[in-house]
């Protein structure tokens, strides 16, 4: 799912850091639940606007074009008008678009308005790493960009809970309805600016190999994972199971995730390295829950879903984290190489999966996505080499 980290130069944090996190955390949800949403609804929606697997991954591959092509813009946004503008106008934004979604009547209305919730996504986060970065006092950063990472998985989290408690009862119209007066509600918990804005740090010339491979990594990582939480309800269903527990079977892989990012964050303002190592073994061991949700069976789906969602999407925070250490004289310049691979991966994953499993069928698309998780876990470990160790 896409989770770009916005920072700056060293400034004192200000403000109320549990306000902060609060109005992050808010914030990020916000503008990022429209896209899962639709994936957790596929079947659903789907059935009514008439798409398919490769339909499904078509939209949210758009949804991240447009975020990562919208990602330089409002980065400049935030710098020129603070996190607290920002951060209520992407909200705004994103709000509009869950509204138009509850009313779309075909494929075509859908895709138009995914395409205007990316650019809202982008924008709140990072309006609310801005507010982070400015607010929370470094030796806490790490479990504050835990906490606000959690967002993602949140999100997907809450739109598995959707479909037995809303779309399978009142209807998927009505889940976008809510979610719109809910994300309208979060503009409460955006703090006021009161914060100095801080510039970016300019960055120049090639990035270091390794930071290269660093991105190569964390596109492989990011599409697998994207996949994951765009396709797994209706992989589930499209093997027998039931699109209630399929949904709450989504909810508890985000449950798992948040926690592991939570302990994460935690574990890494507590270390002085070893974070890409650490890294790499997250992706090795969701990888090995990615290929256990191409067998049949219950069994195998709690199980790949609780390794390949709840760990093999839990490594976002510490990549960044990791990347920040490594380069603290350009950190900006350093994660847009990262961020690049993450946008890239969110883009191209669900798109190369969702035509998979329209040609091949889920087994197939699944052991492909595993392949390539385990493909990035690899690239992490060997960008080692070419950096102190990390």
Same mark, same amino acid.
């Given at each position: ?63 991240? @074009?447009?975020?990562?092509?919208? *990602?330089? &813009? ?36 859908? !895709? ?17 790493? @801005? ?19 959690? !967002? ?26 809510? @979610?719109?007066?809910? @994300? ?22 090639? &990035? &270091? ?7 190569? !990594? ?164 060997? *960008?080692?080499?070419?950096?102190? &160790?990390?």
């Amino acid at each position: 799912m896409v989770e770009a980290v916005s920072h700056t130069g060293p400034a004192k944090p200000a403000g109320r850091p549990v306000r902060a996190v609060i109005g992050a955390v808010t914030t990020a949800v916000a503008c990022v639940i429209p896209v899962f949403l639709v994936g957790g609804q596929a079947v659903q929606i789907g059935a009514e606007l008439r798409f398919d697997p490769a339909g499904l991954g078509l939209l949210v591959s758009i949804y991240f @074009a447009v975020s990562a092509l919208a *990602s330089v &813009p409002a980065g400049a946004l935030v710098e020129r008008f603070g996190a607290t503008w920002t951060a209520r106008a992407a909200i705004i934004l994103s709000a509009a678009t869950l509204g138009g979604i509850a009313t779309a009547r075909g494929y075509p209305a859908l !895709a138009g308005l995914l395409v205007a919730a990316g650019p809202a996504n982008t924008l709140g986060q990072l309006a609310a790493n @801005a507010s982070l970065a400015a607010r929370v006092p470094p030796r806490r950063q790490g479990l504050s960009f835990g906490i606000k990472q959690s !967002a993602i998985p949140l999100s997907t989290l809450l739109a598995g809970v959707a479909v037995p408690t809303v779309a399978l009862t009142a209807g998927w119209r009505w889940t976008f309805v809510i @979610a719109a007066g809910l @994300a309208v509600s979060a503009l409460l918990a955006v703090p006021p600016d009161g914060a100095a804005r801080r510039a970016v740090p300019a960055g120049g010339g090639r &990035p &270091p190999p390794g930071l290269v491979v660093l991105g190569a !990594a964390a596109m492989l990582a990011a599409g697998a994972a994207g996949a994951l939480s765009t396709f797994l309800v209706d992989s589930a269903v499209a093997g027998g199971v039931a699109p209630g527990p399929a949904g709450l079977t989504l909810a508890a892989g985000g449950a798992v995730c948040i926690a592991v990012r939570l302990v994460g964050g935690w574990y890494a303002d507590r270390r002085a390295g070893g974070y890409l190592a650490l890294v790499a073994t997250f992706l090795a061991v969701g990888s090995g829950g990615l290929a256990l949700l191409a067998l049949p069976g219950p069994v195998a789906l709690g199980a790949g879903v609780g390794l390949g969602f709840g760990i093999g999407w839990a490594w976002p925070g510490l990549l960044n984290f990791a990347v920040v250490r490594l380069h603290p004289q350009a950190p900006a310049a350093a994660t847009s190489v990262t961020q690049t691979g993450v946008y890239a991966g969110n883009c191209l994953g669900p798109l190369a999966f969702g035509a998979t499993a329209a040609g091949a069928g889920y087994p197939t698309a699944w052991a492909g996505a595993a392949a390539a998780m385990l493909v990035g876990a690899a690239l992490m470990w060997l *960008s080692r080499r070419s950096r102190p &160790p990390q």
